[in-house]
């Protein structure tokens, strides 16, 4: 049974950080590109950045430079690092797996920058 279970989320001051993680379970997680995807209110969920099984990482440009993605395949675990955060960057914060065809996406954390 695959399940991807995000963690990490909450609310924090404009400028402050948030270290999401997700923990994987059910797959061959090493094998899979891992991604973080966001969805704010109203809006479309868009990709936030993404790693490859190799390590290649990928950043939409609203987050280059702020957050940094990174994976544990000893522990089969994906992490978003985000600092300076700003109120744009509320949303859903949701764990991505993808290989091929196959995906799977987690429940989703919530994000909320606000003073």
């Known amino acids: 049974q695959v399940q991807l279970v995000e963690s990490g989320g909450g609310l924090v001051q404009p400028g402050g950080s948030l270290r999401l993680s997700c923990s994987a379970s059910g797959f061959t997680f090493s094998i899979y590109t891992m991604g973080w995807y966001r969805q704010a209110p109203g809006k479309q969920r868009e990709l936030v950045a993404s790693i490859t099984a190799g390590g290649t990482t990928n950043y939409a440009g609203s987050v280059k430079g702020r957050f940094t993605i990174s994976r544990d395949n000893a522990k089969n675990t994906v992490s978003l690092q985000m600092n300076s955060l700003k109120p744009e960057d509320t949303g859903v914060y949701y764990c991505?797996?993808?290989?091929?065809?196959?995906?799977?996406w987690g429940q989703g954390t919530q994000v909320t920058v606000s003073s």
């Open positions: 991505d797996a993808k290989r091929g065809v196959s995906e799977f």
